[in-house]
């Protein structure tokens, strides 16, 4: 992925992250900085398979992008709350 398919792909994560916020069920107690963080780390690992899979081009503004863009947020969020969310 280039430097330029990177910065899209995090533009991309800090939308992402809000709407895989919105639309992930439940109490997240995430923070909103913690919220973009995710966003954009899950944004890029979404686009990375959805590359790998032919489901687009990295770094590529379309609606293709942008659902990758959130599942992957999603995806990720999820893992998180897993792995250090409040237990009990």
Do not use: D
Request: avoid cysteine; hydrophobic fraction near 55%.
């Amino acid at each position: 992925m280039s430097l330029q398919g990177l910065l899209i792909w995090s533009a991309l994560g800090l939308v992402a992250g809000i709407l895989a916020k919105f639309i992930m069920p439940g109490r997240q107690g995430i923070n909103p900085i913690t919220t973009i963080l995710l966003g954009i780390v899950g944004s890029i690992i979404g686009g990375k398979v959805g590359h790998l899979i032919g489901w687009g081009v990295a770094g590529e503004f379309s609606i293709k992008g942008i659902i990758t863009a959130v599942g992957g947020a999603l995806i990720f969020m999820y893992v998180w709350r897993f792995l250090f969310g409040k237990k009990g």
